[in-house]
């Protein structure tokens, strides 16, 4: 089953629609709806971190066992969440508000959205898969201007050519995927 985490996470939150960056301007790609700077901050910040956070064994484990009372940011952003929450404010120019529990609400659903879409039984493996699968999309909407890259120690995250588009892109994008399958600690044992 194929889900886009970015449209469901949007959808499920109640935020406008997204822009996707212009891997040119690295600006939002403006249409004819309205941008909502929190939401084109968050969702694709936190689900950049839901990524990263997903590729070890930890984070693969904690999204397979996550509760209601999980404090994702905190989780996924470490020691730096503190100054992801800052950049994501500073972006969106909220300078009075506290968007922690939203972001938090973000991640959440995201995890909620991760466990419906995985097969009975699942594992860490196909954790680290699903989020692998997800991550070209949510580049594509990642603001430049936050560097979560370099907030995530992946600066690949930053880097502009993963917004680009077409079949050039894609193949190229395919096959550094086919390269980078995530592996887990019981992988590494059975070698």
Do not use: C
């Amino acid at each position: 089953m194929s889900v886009n985490l970015i449209k469901t996470i949007q959808e499920n939150t109640g935020f406008p629609p997204l822009q996707k960056i212009d891997p040119n301007t690295q600006q939002p790609v403006t249409g004819k709806d309205e941008i909502n700077k929190f939401s084109q901050a968050a969702i694709p910040a936190v689900l950049a971190g839901l990524y990263k956070y997903a590729q070890s064994d930890e984070g693969a484990a904690a999204i397979l066992q996550a509760d209601a009372d999980t404090n994702w940011v905190s989780l996924i952003f470490n020691d730096n969440s503190k100054e992801a929450v800052q950049k994501i404010t500073a972006y969106a120019q909220l300078y009075n508000t506290d968007p922690l529990a939203t972001m938090n609400t973000i991640a959440h659903e995201a995890v909620k959205a991760v466990k419906e879409n995985l097969a009975t039984g699942s594992g860490l493996r196909e954790v680290k898969i699903f989020f692998s699968n997800q991550r070209n999309t949510i580049l594509l909407y990642l603001p430049a201007e936050l560097k979560m890259g370099e907030l995530l120690h992946d600066n690949t995250l930053d880097d502009n050519t993963n917004k680009m588009e077409g079949p050039i892109s894609s193949l190229v994008q395919s096959i550094g995927a086919a390269f980078s399958n995530p592996v887990t600690g019981d992988d590494l044992k059975d070698k």
